[in-house]
C-alpha cells in the first residue's frame, strides 16, 4: 500500500470519480453530482496511484456526527487494503469533534459490510426496499439497506 496517497478531492478528479462509481454502482452518481459534493464543503477524499485516481470516500459532516454518502474503489485495485485505508484515513480528518459516523450500504455488497465492520461499524438496522436495483436480480426492483454506525473516541465526554 505504500505507493498510494490520500489526498482531498479536487474538481479535476471528478471524472476519474464517476467513472469508478459507473463501473460499482448499479445506479450511479453523475460527474455533476461529485462536483455539488465539493461544492456543498462535503469531506471528499480521494486515494491515488501516481495520477491515477483509484477510490474515493464522501462523509457528510453534520454537528459532531458524520454521514458516510459513498465510496468506492475501483474493482482492479479492490482486496490490496485501499479501501481500509482511505475510510480509516477519511474518519480521521474528521478530527476528534465527530464521535459517531454513520452509513447505509446495500444488503446484498458482502465485501463492503465487511469492510465497514473491520474499520469499526456495527449493524444497527435494516432499511427495506431502500435501493433502486436490478429486476432480474430483485423482483422488486428495490433492495434493503444494511444500516451501520460508528463510535469514536467518548461521546459522552
Known amino acids: 500500500m505504500p505507493r498510494y496517497v490520500i489526498r482531498s478531492m479536487l474538481l479535476t478528479d471528478t471524472a476519474q470519480v464517476a467513472a469508478i462509481e459507473r463501473q460499482v454502482e448499479y445506479h450511479p452518481w453523475s460527474e455533476r453530482q ?41 474493482p482492479k485495485f479492490q482486496g490490496q487494503g485501499c479501501g ?5 484515513e477519511s474518519l480521521a480528518l474528521l478530527g476528534d469533534g465527530c464521535v459517531m459516523a454513520f452509513l447505509e450500504v ?24 431502500y435501493y433502486p ?21 467518548n461521546p459522552f465526554a
Open 34 to 74: 461529485f462536483q455539488g459534493s465539493l461544492e456543498a464543503g462535503q469531506r471528499c477524499t480521494v486515494i491515488v496511484d501516481g495520477e491515477q485516481v483509484i477510490g474515493f470516500c464522501i462523509l457528510q459532516p453534520v454537528l459532531d456526527e458524520a454521514n458516510l454518502l459513498l465510496m468506492a474503489i475501483d
Open 133 to 153: 436495483a436490478d429486476r432480474a436480480v430483485f423482483a422488486s426492483g428495490k433492495e434493503d439497506a444494511v444500516l451501520m454506525a460508528l463510535t469514536r473516541g
Open 106 to 129: 446495500r444488503g446484498s455488497n458482502t465485501p463492503a459490510i465487511s469492510l465497514y465492520q473491520k474499520v469499526g461499524f456495527h449493524q444497527m438496522g435494516i432499511r427495506k426496499n
Open 84 to 88: 481500509s485505508a482511505l475510510l480509516e
